[in-house]
């Protein structure tokens, strides 16, 4: 009997906690906290712990399977990479390049192969029909990156450790450990941010895990934090309480008169928040020694999810807030997507959606789009899709309008580990190793992180015979597409020896003479990572824009203020507001399939105002049925305080009773899916994201 002890960081949230595990004869024996790692410091939530889960679960593909009349058959993988190949040759010879679908789930970036090495296959397809879970989520953020500073990963986060007044809007970081913010331990951080005297101010329509350990709460109507947000800088302006700006910074003057006529008297009612509140917030946050104001899920999947991410850095910039210590600072990691000439810059509106006109973001395309597209006869129809570790009947608007479209395609393929709502359609499933089967390090979550740190993961589980990780996967379909399509294959090392390259190369490699000299060998030295220092300042050099500025005042933004003061003359009526929620045992719906996440009682059930249940006649725990434009579902209701009257709450992720799911688990408190009623119609024109929270809908009894 052999045991070992292995140390490695979680890469099933943004989180990134350091983990010990404990390991005999191959088989887990315990998962704990890593007190060692100078980021996570020893905390852990339940989804690092079901990584025995994953890695034990029976339902888990464990090699390529096939679908045939008789059911789902294996087939080699020499054979798969044949007969995927061959089938979108022919669709691509047939259609043209736009024939063929790609959607990315976000478990991508959570994995470094599949970064590194996708474009080996998917690049040699050059379809402008190409999606990710990025557009039903953070796109807003990155949108916002790109036009302010230069590129779409230089996104400003909290430094929370040294902060004295944090206002958060649609943020929940004590069930996500943080989100375009990774902050794991975020409970003793605020903690540690409340005993030094400073606050928590959160604004969300929901009394959430993170609104109890807050300093204020306030309820606000969905979709309103524009005028919020717009009443806090109308305050500033109007009361002069803004600071001076730096000089690489223009276009002040234009916003300030862009928002004159935003007072908090105006907008009060329709947000939800009165006047004195909306004022004191501006004063104290204008006042404090360090503030940030920090927007997640609730800013960005809304129809003013654009402009909403846009004001929250112009807020943070003339209160003075941005790249200071205790504000809005740019992390600078070891491997660093933004200066390292690794990471794309973006692009922005190159070309337009075949159907609705919607715009580009960095060669992908809304994913609202994407049924329209599959649907919709003529040039450019989608007759083939490629999905990668992607689950978009769940996770995206109208699953049920989507399913019904894949139904119709001619070939579908999908590199995952599960038969799932998705996958259950595909021709060809492809199931990469497990996360504890393969080395990690962490591209994309440093690139956010409230401190500088670096680490790499060594696999703790060998990699089992006849399974491939997923960049290998990549590599093997890019072959034989690239000699079915008479193109020369995209070939490069593993993705291991890139890093090595990237950390030898970067800001603390041994090349730049650090005294870190950060290598891999250096991080295989120190498994529980290396400690690179707190934020520091970074502006004017860490600007990607051509002149080195920050121009406030683009006409993308200011432009679409306008279409903000529909929401001051909107008159309610007798539908109700559905937004989403998150709960720390569920990440997804690609957790659900693990026993100690989803065991004790059910988390899928709509919560609901006492009163506006009482106004329907609807008591807690029966049936209710709940309508959209799009679609409606039956599911049970739950009376709770926590609840804004005039919003209801339905989790993301759930709706596994579909046919076809080969996920025992999940299946048996399978729950309703809320994007069965969210509405692809419903968007941030001004982006294209997806606007998933504050859909219409109706209640009644069932």
């Known amino acids: 009997m052999t045991t070992t002890t292995h140390y490695r960081a979680c890469n099933l949230c943004e989180a990134i906690c350091g983990l010990e595990i404990t390991v005999t004869d191959g088989v887990i024996d315990s998962i704990k906290g890593d007190k060692n790692d100078p980021l996570s ?13 994953i890695q034990e679960d029976p339902d888990r593909l464990r090699s390529p399977v096939r679908r045939t009349a008789n059911g789902w058959m294996p087939i080699s993988w020499e054979d798969a990479f044949e007969l995927v190949a061959k089938r979108l040759g022919d669709i691509h010879d047939k259609y043209g390049a736009d024939g063929i679908g790609i959607y990315l789930g976000n478990p991508n970036v959570h994995n470094y192969g599949s970064l590194t090495h996708a474009q080996n296959f998917l690049g040699l397809i050059k379809t402008k029909n190409r999606y990710s879970a990025t557009s039903v989520d953070q796109l807003p953020h990155q949108l916002a990156a790109l036009k302010l500073y230069g590129h779409q990963l230089n996104v400003p986060v909290p430094d929370i450790d040294r902060c004295d007044y944090f206002l958060m809007l649609g943020n929940n970081p004590m069930a996500s450990n943080g989100s375009i913010m990774t902050v794991p331990d975020f409970a003793k951080r605020v903690k540690a941010l409340q005993q030094r ?6 604004l969300d329509p929901r009394r959430t895990e993170t609104a109890q350990v807050a300093d204020q709460h306030h309820f606000i109507r969905p979709q309103s934090d524009v005028l919020f947000l717009l009443a806090l800088l109308q305050t500033i302006f109007a009361e002069e309480l803004d600071s001076p700006v730096p000089v690489y910074v223009t276009g002040v003057e234009a916003v300030k008169e862009a928002v004159e006529g935003f007072t908090p008297e105006k907008v009060a009612a329709a947000c939800g928040i009165d006047t004195d509140t909306i004022k004191q917030i501006a004063r104290d946050f204008s006042a404090a020694e360090a503030a940030v104001c920090h927007g997640r899920m609730g800013c960005s999947v809304q129809s003013f999810g654009g402009l909403c991410q846009w004001l929250i850095q112009v807020l943070n910039i003339v209160t003075g807030n941005l790249d200071r210590e205790g504000g809005a600072m740019f992390p600078q990691p070891a491997v660093d997507m933004v200066q390292g000439g690794i990471g794309k810059a973006g692009n922005f509106d190159r070309w337009r959606s075949r159907v609705s006109n919607l715009p580009e973001f960095s060669g992908e395309l809304p994913a609202v789009c994407l049924t329209e597209e599959m649907t919709t006869p003529g040039e450019g129809q989608i007759k083939a899709l490629i999905t990668s570790a992607g689950n978009p009947v769940l996770s995206t608007p109208n699953g049920k309008g989507l399913e019904a479209a894949i139904k119709q395609l001619e070939f579908m393929v999908c590199i995952d580990p599960w038969i799932n709502e998705t996958t259950c359609h595909a021709d060809v499933i492809l199931p990469p190793t497990t996360p504890l089967e393969h080395d990690h390090y962490d591209m994309i979550f440093h690139s956010f ?22 960049w290998e996967i990549f590599n093997g379909l890019g072959e034989k597409l690239a000699e079915r399509l008479g193109v020369s294959a995209r ?24 005294k870190a000299a950060l290598s891999l060998k250096t991080l295989q030295e120190n498994p529980s990572g290396i400690d690179l220092g707190s934020l520091k300042p ?50 997804n719906s690609w957790m659900h399939n693990s026993h100690r996440l ?18 329907r006649g609807i008591e807690s725990g029966q049936q209710v049925k709940i309508a959209s434009a799009v679609g409606a579902l039956v599911t049970e209701v739950v009376a709770s305080d ?7 709450s339905l989790p993301h992720g759930w709706g596994h009773g579909r046919p076809g799911v ?16 969210t509405d692809p119609k419903l968007i941030d024109p001004l982006s294209g994201n997806a606007a998933v929270n504050g859909v219409p809908v109706t209640v009644n009894a069932a």
């Open 41 to 53: 410091r020893g905390h852990i939530c339940p989804k690092a712990v079901a990584l025995k889960d």
């Open 197 to 202: 005297g400073g606050q928590l101010v959160l």
């Open 449 to 470: 992180a409230v401190r500088n740190t670096a680490r790499f993961n060594e696999a703790v589980l060998a990699k089992p015979e006849n399974a491939k990780h997923d």
């Open 491 to 514: 070939k490069g090392p593993p993705p291991a020896q890139m890093m090595d390259f990237a950390l030898q190369s970067g800001r603390y490699g041994k090349a730049k003479g650090h």
């Open 538 to 587: 970074a502006l004017p050099k860490r600007l990607q824009t051509s002149d080195k500025t920050v121009v406030l005042d683009q006409a993308l933004y200011v432009d679409d203020i306008t279409r903000a003061k529909q929401l001051l003359t909107q008159a309610g009526d007798e539908q109700l507001s559905l937004i989403g929620r998150r709960h720390v045992r569920s990440n």
């Open 598 to 615: 989803t065991k004790g009682k059910t988390r899928h059930e709509l919560l609901m105002n006492p009163a506006d249940m009482s106004a």
């Open 642 to 648: 926590d609840m804004m009257p005039g919003v209801v």
């Open 662 to 677: 080969q996920q025992s688990i999940a299946q048996a408190m399978a729950g309703e899916s809320c994007n069965d009623l």
